[in-house]
């Protein structure tokens, strides 16, 4: 995924309203640009880091603006936009880099199945094999105590659990079924699921794993010219 054109550089003053933050520009102007992540972006959003943001040409956004990535004190990338775990994890799949998702016949984005009105992330179909059914969630939470540590989730997740209910169901039904972490923080190497954030998910997910589903994590390279998922990192239930 390239940016084009190039993302830009400000000063973050602060996120408020879950869906705004107020930037400072290098000519010292402010202004209020669009935040697409509605978690608690722990590390993600302190006051004074350098943030990138994209622009859109669509007359009708109030805030043409949108926050795309953070650099921290401690010299990491972090894409805070969750509308790209998505985006990335297809033109990966498509790309061939995920080895464990080649050899489908088609791609298919935000299909509606099973029994609690859920929407499919990315549904891949094949002739000679079962269907896969694939949840894509963006990992961004570091441990800041123990170094490489990443967590998923940052907050108590409903919609996650849901998620996790209806992709067990996808094996039992025999379909195959993946939870897909896109990791979209340079400082994170391993993934485990955050029991004391929401220790139901971490429930569900072990007890999903055991029935079938398959848990994978890519890392992705961040940049403000380009971003893409590049290699396999370890999850650790």
């Not at 309203?17 to 509605?38: G, P, Q, Y």
């Not at 088609?106 to 990315?122: A, F, H």
């Not at 963006?138 to 105590?145: F, G, I, K, Q, R």
């Amino acid at each position: 995924m390239k940016f084009e054109p190039q993302l830009q550089s400000a000063t973050l003053i602060k996120r408020y309203k879950r869906f705004l933050a107020d930037v400072r520009l290098a000519n010292e102007s402010e202004m209020t640009i669009h935040c697409a992540n509605t978690g608690s972006m722990t590390g993600c959003a302190n006051v004074g880091d350098t943030i990138w943001y994209s622009t859109s040409d669509n007359p009708k956004r109030k805030y043409p603006h949108s926050w795309e990535l953070t650099h921290t004190e401690h010299g990491d990338t972090i894409c805070v936009n969750t509308a790209r775990a998505n985006q990335l994890a297809v033109e990966a799949i498509d790309a061939g880099i995920i080895s464990e998702l080649v050899g489908y016949e088609q791609l298919k984005t935000e299909v509606r199945y099973g029994e609690e009105n859920s929407r499919i992330d990315i549904l891949l179909i094949s002739s000679q094999q079962p269907n896969c059914y694939i949840e894509v969630k963006s990992v961004t939470l570091l441990d800041e105590v123990h170094q490489g540590q990443g967590y998923f989730p940052d907050a108590v997740t409903t919609r996650g659990q849901k998620h996790l209910r209806e992709l067990t169901k996808m094996v039992q039904n025999g379909y195959r079924a993946v939870l897909l972490f896109t990791v979209l923080h340079s400082g994170i190497e391993k993934v485990s699921p955050a029991h004391h954030i929401d220790p139901q998910y971490s429930k569900l997910l072990k007890n999903a794993q055991e029935q079938g589903v398959e848990i994978l994590c890519y890392l992705a390279q961040l940049s403000n010219t380009e971003m893409k998922l590049v290699k396999p990192i370890r999850f650790i239930g």
